[in-house]
């Protein structure tokens, strides 16, 4: 095929050979949301299609007439069709559940199978909380029923297998899915972040903006970081907001409204809710305090040490 002459030339490409050109996997239904028990019991499921879900609370299982194990908040579950499986109700409470059925053959049969121990079943660990997520969105797809949606809702539910079949095991026995198989190793990341936010202190920034400043997709991005640096990167960009406040508050004498204007705050309102709630005192109150205790010099943080 020509390139025509004000197009750049193709850097990427390449093809799929003919044993994966299909995947064969087809989405039955999907469900998300909370379920409130109306007597205690074992609940039993056996279903013919495939069946993967996560619940967001702890919950008391039983597989295959197995011995009863605590199943962890978060923790996804994938059972072969045909698989006897029990959940503990108890009368009056509640469980947010999401699950999706489907069938599979060929290739994503094979990955499957090979997924599932020989009980039939296979757990992960689902750090980035992809699960929920994508079923969450293939829910609202096939409720809204909004032209194009089964195209939408069956695009989801590929690329939610493909990280389900491409998970790796862990050393406990379990697999762990993630968008990336491996989260990429930036010791540097945070001080790479720090200094991103502190030199457009001045602008509106996202966790989005960071993202693309770090090379990594959003959902990667933010687990890693917060790996890394023991906080999420909407909590560094409000701290380092806040040090920056201090200072030209204390040390360079501005008003509550010209250090909103200052650090990209929409109104002086929202600085000072914002500054509040980091602080636990309004901005005039911490400049008060400050003087009275004779703290009303250059305010240091760790990039001026």
């Known amino acids: 095929m020509a390139i025509p002459a004000n197009e750049p030339p193709m850097q990427l490409g390449g093809h799929l050979e003919k044993s994966r050109q299909n995947l064969q996997a087809w989405l039955h239904s999907a469900n998300s949301g909370t379920t409130t028990f109306a007597v205690t019991r074992w609940w039993q499921s056996c279903w013919k299609w495939w069946v993967l879900d996560v619940t967001r609370s702890d919950q008391p299982q039983r597989i295959n007439g197995g011995a009863e194990f605590i199943r962890k908040a978060g923790m996804v579950a994938l059972y072969r069709p045909n698989l006897r499986f029990e959940e503990w109700q108890k009368e009056g409470g509640s469980a947010h559940e999401s699950w999706i059925l489907f069938t599979a053959s060929g290739p994503m049969l094979r990955a499957l199978n090979a997924l599932t121990n020989p009980h039939g079943y296979c757990l992960f660990e689902d750090p980035e909380s992809i699960a929920p997520q994508r079923i969450g969105q293939i829910s609202r797809e096939l409720f809204s029923r909004q032209s194009g949606f089964e195209w939408r809702a069956q695009a989801v539910f590929l690329d939610l297998l493909a990280v389900v079949a ?4 862990t050393a406990t026995h379990l697999h762990v899915i993630r968008t990336t198989q491996e989260i ?3 010791p540097d990341l945070q001080s790479k972040v720090e200094k991103h936010i502190r030199s457009r202190i001045a602008e509106v920034l996202t966790v989005e903006d960071l993202a693309r400043h770090a090379g ?3 959902s990667t991005f933010a687990h890693t970081y917060r790996k890394l640096s023991g906080e999420t990167p ?5 701290r380092l907001k806040m040090e920056a406040a201090k200072r030209l508050l204390q040390q360079d004498g501005l008003s509550v409204k010209e250090t909103a204007a200052r650090l990209g705050f929409s109104t002086e309102f929202q600085f000072s809710r914002c500054f509040k709630r980091m602080e636990g005192r309004s901005p005039t109150a911490h400049v008060r305090a400050m003087t009275e205790k004779g703290g009303s010099g250059p305010v240091v943080s760790n990039q001026d040490k």
Do not use: D, E
Not at 166 to 169: D, V
Not at 234 to 238: A, D, G, L, R
């Open 184 to 186: 990429p190793v930036k």
């Open 166 to 169: 491409t998970a790796k095991p």
């Open 216 to 218: 990594l997709g959003l």
């Open 234 to 238: 909407y909590q560094t960009i409000v």
